[in-house]
C-alpha cells in the first residue's frame, strides 16, 4: 500500500497545481451537487406534496438546458476562457441556490420557484461540464488523460458517496431548503480552486465564421467519426433510460417504502462506494479486456444489476440492503465505463473541437435527459413506479448490448495513444 501511495504522490498529476485545484473545485462541486439534488427531491416529495409526474417534470428542467442550449454552449467554450466559463457558471449556481431558504424563510416557496431554480441550476451546468471536460487536456496531456478522468472519477464518485449521506443528515436536522445553503458554500469553493490556476491556456477558436456553422462543423465531426457517432447513438438512448431511474428511486424510496430522506441519503451513499473501487480498479479491467470490450461489458453489468432495486419492495424488511448492494456493484461498473468512454472521446479529438465535441455528446446525454426524466414519471402515474423502473431498465440493458456491435467495441488495446499501457 506504502509503494501505491509513493507511486501516487510522484504521478505528474500530482504535481501539477493546475490539475490538482481542477480536482479540488470539481469534488468541492461534486458533494454540493449530491446534496442539492437529494434536498430537491425532499422537498418536492415531502414538503410541496408533488406528484410522480410533477417529480418528473422538475427533473426534466432540470437537465432541459443541455437540451436547448447544449450544442451552442460548445462552440461558445471554444471561444472563450474554459477556466472564466467555470467561474462565472459557479457564481449563477450560488446565486440561484441561495434564493431557496431566502423563499422558504419568507414562507414564500413554491414548486414554480423550485423548477426555477432547477433550470438556472441546468443552464450552468451545461457550461460547467463542458469547460471542464474541455480543459482537462489543457492541464493534463493526452498521455494522462485516462489517470486524469480516472482522478476526476473519484471525486463524483466521493460525491456521490458523501454527499447523499451528509445531504441526509442535514434533511434531518434542519429544514430541507437551508440544505442548499451547503451546496452554495461547496461551490463557492469550488471557484476559489478554479481561480487558483494558473496554467495558460492554449489558443482560444477565433470566430472566423458563423455559430451555426461552427455548430454544424462539431455535430458533423461526430456524426462522420467511425467510433464516436455509433457510441454517441448508444450513450444518448442509455442516458434517456438512467434519467428515468434516477427519477423513479427517490420516490420508490421516499414514498413506496416509505423511508426518510436521511435513509434515502445513507442507501445512495453505501451505493456509491462502489464507484471508488470502480475507479481504483479500472487500468486491471482496461488492460485485461482492453478498451471496447471493457466499455461494453461495464456498461451492461451495472445497469442489469439495478432490476433488484424494484424488486426490494417484495421484501420490505431486506429493501435498505438490496437497494444499497444493488448500487454498490452499478455504481463500480458503471465508474469503469464512463471513464473509458470518456477518455477514448479525448484521445480521438483534436484539441481544437473538444469543446463542441463535448457539447455534442452532452446534448445527446443530458439534453434526452428531460424526455427520459417526464416519460418515467407519467409511465409511473400509469403502472405504479416498480413497473415503470423494469421498463427504464429493460431499456438501458438493450442500450448497452447495442454497443457491443459498435466499432470501438472492437478495440483490443488499453489506450489509443501510443506507448501507453
Known amino acids: 500500500m506504502s509503494g501505491a501511495i509513493r507511486r501516487w504522490l510522484r504521478h505528474p498529476l500530482t504535481r501539477s497545481s493546475a490539475?490538482?485545484?481542477?480536482?479540488?473545485?470539481?469534488?468541492?462541486?461534486q458533494?454540493?451537487?449530491?446534496?442539492?439534488?437529494?434536498?430537491?427531491?425532499a422537498i418536492a416529495i415531502t414538503m410541496l406534496h408533488a406528484s410522480e409526474s410533477q417529480v418528473g417534470a422538475l427533473a426534466a428542467v432540470q437537465t432541459l438546458a443541455f437540451l436547448l442550449v447544449g450544442l451552442p454552449a460548445g462552440a461558445w467554450v471554444d471561444r472563450w476562457s474554459k477556466r472564466r466559463v467555470m467561474i462565472s457558471a459557479n457564481i449563477a449556481r450560488i446565486a440561484a441556490l441561495v434564493s431557496v431558504?431566502?423563499?422558504?424563510?419568507c414562507c414564500s416557496l413554491t414548486l414554480t420557484h423550485l423548477m426555477l431554480v432547477a433550470g438556472l441550476l441546468g443552464l450552468s451546468t451545461v457550461f460547467f461540464d463542458v469547460a471542464y471536460q474541455s480543459y482537462v487536456p489543457e492541464v493534463a496531456s493526452k498521455r494522462y488523460i485516462g489517470a486524469a478522468n480516472g482522478r476526476l472519477e473519484i471525486s463524483f464518485q466521493v460525491g456521490r458517496a458523501g454527499g447523499p449521506g451528509l445531504g441526509g443528515w442535514l434533511l434531518g436536522v434542519v429544514a430541507p431548503p437551508l440544505a442548499y445553503l451547503l451546496t452554495a458554500s461547496t461551490y463557492a469553493f469550488s471557484t476559489w480552486a478554479i481561480w487558483r490556476i494558473r496554467t495558460p491556456e492554449s489558443e482560444r477558436l477565433r470566430p472566423t465564421s458563423s455559430l451555426g456553422t461552427q455548430i454544424r462543423e462539431g455535430v458533423a465531426f461526430v456524426r462522420g467519426h467511425r467510433l464516436l457517432f455509433p457510441l454517441f447513438s448508444c450513450i444518448a438512448c442509455a442516458a434517456c433510460a438512467a434519467a428515468g431511474i434516477n427519477v423513479l428511486l427517490p420516490v420508490l424510496v421516499l414514498r413506496t417504502l416509505g423511508m426518510s430522506a436521511t435513509g434515502l441519503g445513507i442507501v445512495l451513499s453505501v451505493g456509491a462506494l462502489g464507484g471508488l473501487l470502480g475507479a481504483l480498479t479500472r487500468s486491471a479491467w482496461i488492460n485485461r479486456l482492453g478498451i471496447g470490450r471493457s466499455i461494453v461489458i461495464a456498461n451492461i453489468a451495472g445497469v442489469a444489476v439495478l432490476v433488484f432495486q424494484p424488486a426490494a419492495v417484495h421484501f420490505p424488511g431486506l429493501a435498505p440492503w438490496v437497494i444499497a448492494g444493488a448500487g454498490v456493484v452499478s455504481s463500480y461498473f458503471q465508474t469503469i465505463y464512463n471513464v473509458t468512454q470518456m477518455s477514448l472521446r479525448q484521445e480521438v479529438?483534436?484539441?481544437?473541437?473538444?469543446?463542441?465535441?463535448?457539447?455534442?455528446?452532452?446534448?445527446?446525454?443530458?439534453?434526452?435527459?428531460?424526455l427520459g426524466a417526464f416519460a418515467s414519471g407519467t409511465l409511473a402515474t400509469w403502472v405504479g413506479v416498480e413497473a415503470a423502473m423494469y421498463v427504464v431498465i429493460a431499456v438501458a440493458v438493450a442500450s448497452g448490448v447495442a454497443m457491443g456491435f459498435t466499432p470501438a467495441a472492437r478495440i483490443r488495446g488499453a489506450s489509443l495513444v501510443p506507448g501507453i499501457s
Open 19 to 29: 490539475f490538482m485545484h481542477l480536482w479540488a473545485g470539481q469534488s468541492a462541486a
Open 101 to 105: 431558504p431566502l423563499a422558504y424563510v
Open 349 to 370: 479529438c483534436p484539441t481544437a473541437m473538444l469543446g463542441r465535441m463535448n457539447a455534442t455528446f452532452r446534448f445527446a446525454v443530458w439534453g434526452v435527459m428531460p
Open 31 to 41: 458533494v454540493g451537487f449530491q446534496v442539492g439534488t437529494l434536498a430537491t427531491s
